[in-house]
């Protein structure tokens, strides 16, 4: 197992407000770095907003300030959001940034040295998309009302002449399918990689680059009438921020391949196409894993702006709090695949999983302690139940480890609520509350019980830190006992320790009442 740990949500477009999928992949990513550190690696986790091209040159336009301003607004409302969610980012990366200007000539430079020169300059002429960003072949569009013509995500296109440099993504076909083959686990999950085999297949074009008709972005190098095309310039933050173009450089040798971008299902072909042959192109090393995941729903529909139900991200923190935002999105939504938020199933995932499974158990038992023991942790002698259920809770955790290092996030918490039943079947079983006149094996089924709160809350610190952080406080589990290791050894919480008062971690929520 390597010591170091690299991970990347995309970088997200400032063009308007955070929505709930922001939140959601922050939330995922977040996750995923926790987990690393967990085991002891050294971890880096980047996030960030991709501030060029032409939308936010328009929606400037239309809000009466430079993109500049909305560049600057915009992410510290990005940064905002990644606060209240409690994200343990090590950087937030701006693509405005003079260290990202530096980073992208660079790559442009190497990849117009390369052997095949795979930069050279023609005229683009071909359909746009605003909106998505892209360019698509006139096969993939449909018509549209008034004579429109629209991409697969339904935007409008139109068409396009400017002169522009072009790279020479044709040349790449075969060296792209060859690692897709070689490294299967290189696309995630497993559909998508078969999408991108298929388009790849199909036949590579060569990309157009550069623009001419605006000029907010990096000036391409010795040709100042020409700012890079956006995804050259966006994709390029996966190495600014370990210390890009200085590429022999402390931070980048450690920290580079990265071994995952976590990104959105729409911009898999950048990020599995695009972007391996850029690197290629530039010399660089390729990324291990780029795992996609899916789009959110409100209460089973689309989201939209006419149909008013958009999910606001502050919103729900402000109702719920972090931790069972966290939850939700985690648990609820397979991560990978499509998801819907729902306020009735996020009430019920709460109040059943933290509430009841999660901190009922720990505020029983610890209080139990309190009243029984005068909050000193008892004397345990184990019988063979005690240690079964301690070996069961274990092995689920050692299963989330499993499911964590295949980014399988939706697997590894419910591994965690096998854990946390099989500790409320145990404790219920046990029923130490009916054995006042046999204190010492009360003692024991209490000490067992809060040692798997233990076990289960270091797991947690991963997806509800804060919670899991606050239930490691009242066990007084020092903050150097709390990696994965500790979860999985031997060794409990010693008796004669002193244990705080125990407060409720978890709240339960009620559904809003409607007037008949």
Known sequence: MTDTFYVTTAIAYPNGEPHIGHAYEMITTDAIARWARLEGKETFFLTGTDEHGIKMVQTAAAQGMTPRELADRNAARFKDLAAALNISNDDFIRTTEQRHHASTQEIWKRMSASNNSDIYQSTYSGWYSVRDEAYFDESELTDGPDGKKLAPSGAEVSWVEEPSYFFRLSAYQDRLLELYEKHPEFIAPKERRNEIISFVKGGLQDLSISRTTFDWGVPVPDAPDHVMYVWIDALTNYITAIGFPDDKGAQFSKFWPADVHVIGKDIIRFHTVYWPAFLMSAGLELPKRVFAHGFLTSEGKKMSKSVGNIVDPH????????????????????????????????????????????????????????????????????????????????????????????????????????????????????????????????????????????????????????????????????????????????????????????????KKFELPKTNA
């Not at 008892?378 to 274990?394: G, R, Y």
């Open 315 to 506: 919103e729900q923190l402000e109702l719920y709090g972090a931790d069972p935002v966290r939850w939700y999105c985690l648990r609820e939504i397979s991560f990978g695949g499509d998801g819907d938020w729902g306020r009735e199933k996020f009430i019920n995932r709460n109040n059943s999983d933290l509430a009841n499974n999660f901190g009922n158990l720990a505020q029983r038992s610890l209080s139990m302690i309190q009243k029984n023991f005068d909050g000193v942790m008892p004397e345990a002698a184990p019988t063979e139940a005690d240690q079964a259920v301690i070996a069961e809770v274990t092995a689920a955790i050692g299963r989330m480890q499993t499911a964590m290092q295949g980014q399988l996030v939706t697997e590894a918490t419910g591994e965690l609520i096998a854990a946390l039943s099989a500790a409320n079947l145990y404790f219920a079983d046990q029923a130490p509350w009916g054995l006042k006149a046999d204190l010492p094996r009360m003692g024991t089924i209490l000490a067992t019980t809060a040692d798997l709160v233990r076990r289960a809350a270091i797991a947690a610190l991963a997806f509800v830190p804060e919670a899991a952080t606050k239930m490691l406080d009242t066990l007084a589990v020092s903050e150097d006992a709390r990696l994965l290791t500790h979860a999985l050894a031997a060794d409990g919480i010693p008796a004669g320790t002193h244990l705080p008062k125990p407060e409720p971690v978890f």
